[in-house]
């Protein structure tokens, strides 16, 4: 399960802080050698939050997918939040900055 941010803050377990609020689902595309991405992993870790991976370092297919996703963007990261394609790891490193990957990951579910 997801859990919120900041001010839901409950305490920490195991070295991760547990939050009480659920939160939007958050979705990074990587491949296996892509130092960006592992930036973007160890970002969104730091902050406490879950996200799922999608290795497609092999996966062609997916990688077109992704491009149709993205309006025509070819590199990994990509990262989602909920259905909001957040761009990538100097995207998401600007949200964090400056509070709007915040309010992405509390916006209640449509």
Known sequence: MFWAWEN?????????IVYKKPMQPIKIYTTQYCGYCARA????????LVFEEVD?????????????????RLTVPQIFV?????????????????GKLDQLINEPSP
């Open 82 to 98: 909920g259905s909001v394609h957040l761009g990538g790891y100097s995207d998401l490193a600007q949200a964090s900055s400056d």
């Open 41 to 48: 992993k160890e970002l969104l870790r730091e902050n406490g």
């Open 8 to 16: 839901d803050k409950v305490g920490r377990h195991a070295g991760s």
């Open 56 to 72: 497609v370092t092999h996966d062609d297919p997916m990688r077109e997918k992704l491009v149709e996703m993205t309006g025509g």
